[in-house]
Every structure is written in structure tokens, then in C-alpha cells.
């Protein structure tokens, strides 16, 4: 996958980043008109994180302190919830809206050791890009629930087809060795499969 493709998806990324966040700046300020008690908490809110923030950093409060405004956020926090559901707004009302809510459309996400890894929503877009160019389709109907290994002879002919197997059994040995390479797929001491013949065989 060339880097040309990734930078095109991540600028795609940004772009649904930024209209979630305009969509819910107008959400919020509609919200506001209507019910104005809830930017009289946000502003107080926004205010006690300072005040909070500015304590802790110049020790300036003791922990009686911090712990009280501590508090009071969390009161004015509990008292937007209450309005946001007695006017019938969902809590989640007032929260970008973004596509995935794994890495919050930024395409990359902190793993277990805080390291910088990309999101399955990414991966599966440069997946379905890959699929795109190398001609592959009909992937719901072409995989290997939809198998039927009856379609290939249970017949054991060595002069004619060169094994001392019959085909069927070639088959399911093959498809069982793909399934085993793709339940390994990410083993970095797994072997590759190759897959040899004249065009159009299966």
C-alpha cells in the first residue's frame, strides 16, 4: 500500500474530525438557546478546571480545597445530566459524533503499552482498497463458509491427475492449510503459501 493512498485516507480522517466537531458546535450553541442554564455550567465548569488545574500546579490549596472544587464539578456535571435528560437529550447529545468511536476518526489508537498503532477501522479500509485493485469480489459469496468440496471428484486416479490422492481430499487438504495460514497470518515465523498453475485453474 503506497503512502500516497494512506496520506489520501488520514486527510479524509481529519476532514470527518473536523465536521463532527463543527456539527456538534452547532448542536451545542442551538442547545444553548433553548436551555441556557446549560452554558451557565459549562462556563462554570470550564472556570473550576482552571481554578483546579492552576491549585495543583502553584500548591497553592490545600487538599481540603482541590477536593471541594473537585466537588463542585462534579455537581454541575450531574445537574447537566439531569437537564439533558428531562428535555429528552440523550447523554451523548453534546459529544462529537464520529464515525468510530474507537479512535474517534483520527485512525490510530494507543495500545496496551501506550504505543501509537492504527485503528481496524483504517486497517479495514486500506483492506477493502487492496481488494479493490487486485480484482478481487464477490467476497460474501466467495469465501470459505460457502465451500463445497463435493464439486471436486472423490476419485483416486494417479495417471491423470499425478497425485495418489483424490481431488477432493487435495482440495480440503489445500483449504485447510489456507485457513491455518490465515489463523496465523500475523506470526512473523509462519510460512507463506504460494499458489502455482495455469490461468483459470481452481
Not at 143 to 172: A, G, H, Q, T, W
Amino acid at each position: 500500500m503506497s503512502n500516497a493512498i494512506l496520506n489520501s485516507l488520514l486527510k479524509e480522517y481529519d476532514q470527518k474530525k473536523i465536521n463532527a466537531e463543527i456539527d456538534l458546535e452547532k448542536r451545542r450553541q442551538n442547545l444553548y438557546k433553548l436551555l441556557p442554564r446549560l452554558e451557565a455550567i459549562d462556563n462554570e465548569l470550564h472556570n473550576f478546571a482552571i481554578t483546579t488545574a492552576k491549585n495543583i500546579l502553584n500548591n497553592s490549596s490545600n487538599s481540603s480545597s482541590i477536593d471541594n472544587l473537585k466537588q463542585k464539578i462534579l455537581d454541575l456535571k450531574k445537574e447537566k445530566e439531569s437537564i439533558l435528560l428531562e428535555n429528552n437529550y440523550n447523554l451523548d447529545y453534546l459529544k462529537p459524533s464520529y464515525d468510530c468511536k474507537i479512535c474517534n476518526d483520527t485512525g490510530y489508537i494507543l495500545d496496551n503499552k501506550h504505543n501509537t498503532i492504527m485503528c481496524n477501522c483504517l486497517k479495514q479500509k486500506l483492506l477493502d482498497i487492496s481488494f479493490n485493485k487486485s480484482n478481487i469480489s464477490n467476497l460474501e459469496k466467495e469465501n470459505f463458509d460457502n465451500f463445497n468440496e463435493l464439486i471436486y471428484s472423490d476419485e483416486v486416479d494417479l495417471s491423470k491427475y499425478k497425485f495418489n490422492i483424490s481431488p477432493r481430499k487435495n482440495i480440503l487438504n489445500i483449504k485447510n492449510k489456507s485457513i491455518q495460514f490465515i489463523n496465523n497470518f500475523e506470526n512473523p515465523e509462519y510460512k507463506n503459501l504460494l499458489f502455482v498453475g495455469s490461468t483459470g485453474l481452481r
